[in-house]
C-alpha cells in the first residue's frame, strides 16, 4: 500500500491504480481481431492449399502447434474475407 502525508499532516492511504475491467476486454478483444485478420490475411496470400498444407505441418508438431493450427483452420467466414481481400493484394 502507498501513503501520503496531506498538508494537515494527514496520513492517507492512496488508492490503487487497478486495470478497469472494460480496458482489459478492448484489448483482449482487439488482440483477437488482430489476429484474426493475420488468419485472413495470411489464407489471402498463400491461397487456400497452401494454407492447408502448412496448417497441416503445424498439426504434426507440439502440443502447443497443435492447438495452434486448429485455430487456423479456415471457416466460411475467412474464405469470404480472403476472397474479398485477394484483389487488393493482388493489384500491387
Not at 499532516?9 to 472494460?22: H, S
Not at 481481431?33 to 496448417?55: D, H, I, M, N, P
Request: no cysteine; hydrophobic share 50%.
Amino acid at each position: 500500500m502507498r501513503f501520503e502525508v496531506d498538508d494537515y499532516g494527514n496520513v492517507r492511504r492512496l488508492k490503487t491504480r487497478r486495470l478497469p475491467l472494460w480496458r482489459l476486454l478492448r484489448l483482449l478483444s482487439f488482440l483477437v481481431l488482430g489476429l484474426y485478420l493475420f488468419k485472413v490475411a495470411a489464407f489471402a496470400t498463400l491461397g487456400e492449399s497452401r494454407f492447408l498444407l502448412r496448417s497441416a505441418e503445424l498439426a504434426e508438431g507440439s502440443a502447443w502447434k497443435r492447438g495452434i493450427a486448429s485455430l487456423m483452420q479456415p471457416d466460411p467466414l475467412t474464405e469470404s474475407l480472403a476472397a474479398q481481400l485477394r484483389p487488393l493484394l493482388k493489384s500491387r
